[in-house]
Every structure is written in structure tokens, then in C-alpha cells.
């Protein structure tokens, strides 16, 4: 695995556990509203390193283009936690790991 997978794997997975537990534990105090805040830094260089994955290993130009549609997500934190950003999040989450399981399966066709 290069380095470049590991991150961009790492940063999507740890972004979106951060920001689920985030959500899940926050009561009305908001006593936990610091792992969002912390989920978001981590979140775009999630969108940064899987753009990059996916240019680098030459995916196909849709999972590009709506990796960048929704990845504008992350960096408009308002939008987060509202009625379009929560699915663009799913989508974001869903394209990004369908680019890791491609490759994935495409180095262990090479090297079978």
C-alpha cells in the first residue's frame, strides 16, 4: 500500500468515525460537540487525499466529480448537519470507499 492510500483511507475513516460519534453522543449541553469540530479539519484533508487517490490511480471521472460535489461539504461546516449535507456525506463516504475497494481489487487481480 502507498502512502497516499493509507492516508486517504485513514483520514476518511477517522473523520466520519469523529463525526458520527459527534452526533450520536451530544446531548443538549452540547458536551461533545468537539469531536465535530475536530471531525472537520480531518474532513477535508479526507476530501484532499481521496481527490488525489483517485486522480493518481486514474479512476473514472464520475466517482472524481462527485467526490468534489461532495466534498464542498467539508468545507462548509454550516452545512453540515442539515437535510443536503448529511446525504452528501453518505454519497461522499459511499464513492470514496467504492474507489478503495476498486483498486484494491484491481492490485490483487495483477499480482494473482
Not at 502507498?2 to 446531548?27: C, E, N, Q
Request: glycine share 4%; aromatic share 16%; charged share 10%.
Amino acid at each position: 500500500m502507498t502512502a497516499l492510500r493509507i492516508t486517504s483511507l485513514l483520514t476518511l475513516t477517522l473523520s466520519y468515525i469523529l463525526f458520527s460519534l459527534g452526533l450520536i453522543l451530544d446531548d443538549y449541553q452540547g458536551t461533545y460537540t468537539y469531536l465535530i469540530y475536530v471531525s472537520w479539519p480531518i474532513g477535508i484533508a479526507s476530501v484532499i487525499t481521496n481527490i488525489w487517490f483517485a486522480e493518481k490511480y486514474k479512476l473514472k471521472d464520475w466517482t472524481k466529480l462527485v467526490l468534489v460535489i461532495c466534498g464542498i461539504m467539508w468545507l462548509l461546516p454550516f452545512l453540515l448537519i442539515t437535510y443536503f449535507g448529511i446525504p452528501c456525506l453518505v454519497i461522499f463516504f459511499s464513492v470514496a470507499l467504492y474507489n478503495h475497494i476498486v483498486v484494491l481489487r484491481n492490485n490483487q487481480s495483477k499480482t494473482a
